[in-house]
């Protein structure tokens, strides 16, 4: 057996092992958010490091990365930096939104008041809100600074996906292969819908943003060979098997050796490891690739911008009823048969450039996310969660992005 077969089986394992009982969907929620002086003057990494550290409670484990403190985890959420400072949390996963958005909103309101209190404010929008992507510095981890060089000749976003942007991810758990399948097939379906849904760039380098998804468009234009649609995702034999051979055979820009990165640019993981992977190269293979859905021990969700709690509550919402539902499932997929991942790409591509006008799978977009909230709809029987699809509804009725109706309410 080659040594890439070898690789491919220990990973295929790996998600044989993330394989949860069926059951009740458990969710994870991730949301990265920025942080400026109430002037608008990015903080630096010193002044954000300061803040976890006195949010920390001396019960929480510190997470510590090349030397320097990079946050902290508790028993509910971890708090940990991205690329330029954008600070985000990592709730574990639960069962119930309302439950959720509880944890999320405690810990939003513990990071406000320890913020003010230095005259400082957390952001919730997509886009950095007062400076050029190119003037925000990085934070000084190995990983980063491997990443942003090997971007620049990648495409020309890179830049500005890593210092400028912020998302809300959700992760959702799969019971076996063929739900694997199903529900990545059907995350990278609903990408385009997710992206209005959620888009929320009020500003774009530092000017006032009147386009559509700007986060999507970037992250069309950063690496093809590591973002947008798994390759094969169509196919009838795309699996568990397909996905580690993507991963194992395309550069892996920063190798995991020990507790250290080290750069490696355009070598593979088939090339730099060998034939038995420790779970921690797994699980650093797994994270350097960005697919609109990526599969780990569970399969995230990537396609949607940072935005205020009550859109996020409806987006979970969202996410939990679909993908918590067989028949939701299937019923998606039935809806686009036939649709390659050609078609997504420019479905994309749509709806950055003509928004709620634009037409997705040859049909209308508002027409499909009436039909896609419908299914949510009704297969939410409490009312209390039904309610938290009614800003989204909203958002469909008058053909307006969140970034249109939260600067209306200011």
């Avoid at 005259?119 to 981890?141: C, D, F, M, N, Q």
Wanted: net charge neutral; with cysteine.
């Amino acid at each position: 057996m080659s040594k890439l077969d070898e690789q491919k089986k220990v990973l295929v394992e790996y998600f044989r092992q993330g394989c949860k009982p069926e059951g009740r969907l458990t969710f994870g929620l991730e949301v990265e958010h920025f942080i400026t002086h109430a002037g608008g003057e990015p903080a630096t990494f010193a002044e954000v490091q300061s803040v976890m550290q006195q949010m920390q409670q001396s019960y929480d484990t510190p997470i510590v990365i090349d030397g320097a403190y990079m946050g902290y985890t508790t028993e509910m959420y971890g708090v940990s930096l991205e690329p330029a400072c954008q600070l985000e949390v990592s709730l574990v996963p639960q069962r119930n939104v309302i439950q959720m958005m509880d944890i999320y909103n405690q810990f939003y309101l513990q990071l406000s008041m320890t913020l003010a209190a230095r005259g400082l404010r957390a952001w919730t929008v997509s886009y950095h809100p007062t400076r050029r992507a190119e003037e925000l510095p990085l934070i000084p981890k190995q990983r980063y600074e491997a990443m942003d060089r090997y971007f620049k000749n990648t495409g020309s976003c890179g830049i500005q996906m890593m210092r400028a942007t912020a998302s809300t991810q959700i992760s959702v758990d799969y019971y076996s292969e063929r739900d694997f399948v199903q529900k990545m097939r059907v995350a990278c379906l609903l990408t385009p819908f997710f992206a209005l849904l959620t888009d929320n760039a009020v500003r774009y380098q530092a000017h006032r943003n009147n386009a559509y998804s700007v986060r999507t468009r970037i992250w069309q234009d950063v690496d093809s060979e590591r973002c947008g649609v798994p390759p094969h995702l169509m196919d009838p034999d795309f699996g568990f098997e397909k996905y580690a051979e993507t991963v194992l055979t395309r550069p892996l820009i920063v190798a995991l050796r020990g507790n250290r990165t080290k750069a490696v640019g355009r070598k593979s993981a088939q090339e730099i490891y060998g034939s038995h992977l420790s779970k921690k190269e797994i699980e650093h293979i797994l994270s350097m690739f960005f697919f609109d859905a990526r599969l780990k021990s569970y399969l995230e969700i990537r396609g949607a911008d940072c935005m205020p709690p009550k859109y996020i509550a409806a987006y979970a919402q969202l996410v939990k009823t679909i993908f918590g539902s067989q028949a939701a499932l299937q019923n998606v997929l039935r809806h686009y048969e036939g649709t390659t991942t050609g078609d997504i790409a420019n479905a994309k591509m749509a709806i950055c450039k003509d928004g709620h006008n634009a037409w997705v799978y040859g049909h209308p977009v508002g027409k499909e996310l009436a039909w896609l909230l419908l299914q949510a709809r009704s297969r939410t029987p409490s009312q209390e969660e039904r309610a938290l699809l009614e800003p989204f509804a909203r958002l469909v009725v008058t053909k307006k992005t969140i970034r249109e109706e939260e600067s209306e309410n200011d």
